[in-house]
């Protein structure tokens, strides 16, 4: 138990003590938001270099997508040799 005279000198002192814990208190708060903020700007960064990637990797590789779905007319006659084969493999297989 602590004497009569260190309560009073305590109380006396308790609102300074509250002040310095309050500090310290929002020193540390003050420290995590910054951390937090350069964490999120530093994944901003890194999503944005990967879009950037991407979309580099897709327009390069955009001539090799329209190579492989042909012209209009070879899209049209894909179209028309899928349906005559869904008409047959209806009319014949079910």
């Not at 006396?12 to 002040?19: F, G, P, R, V």
């Not at 310095?20 to 540390?28: P, Q, R």
């Not at 995590?32 to 879009?51: N, V, Y």
């Amino acid at each position: 138990m602590l004497s009569a005279e260190r309560q009073k000198e305590i109380k006396q002192n308790l609102s300074k003590y509250a002040k310095e814990y309050k500090k310290d208190e929002d020193d540390v708060i003050n420290i995590h938001i910054r951390e937090d903020r350069e964490r999120k700007l530093q994944l901003s960064k890194e999503f944005a270099m990967r879009m950037a990637a991407w979309k580099r990797q897709y327009d390069e590789e955009r001539p090799r997508r329209r190579e492989l779905r042909g012209t209009p007319e070879q899209a049209s006659e894909r179209a028309s040799e899928r349906h005559l084969h869904e008409t047959h493999h209806n009319r014949y297989c079910i």
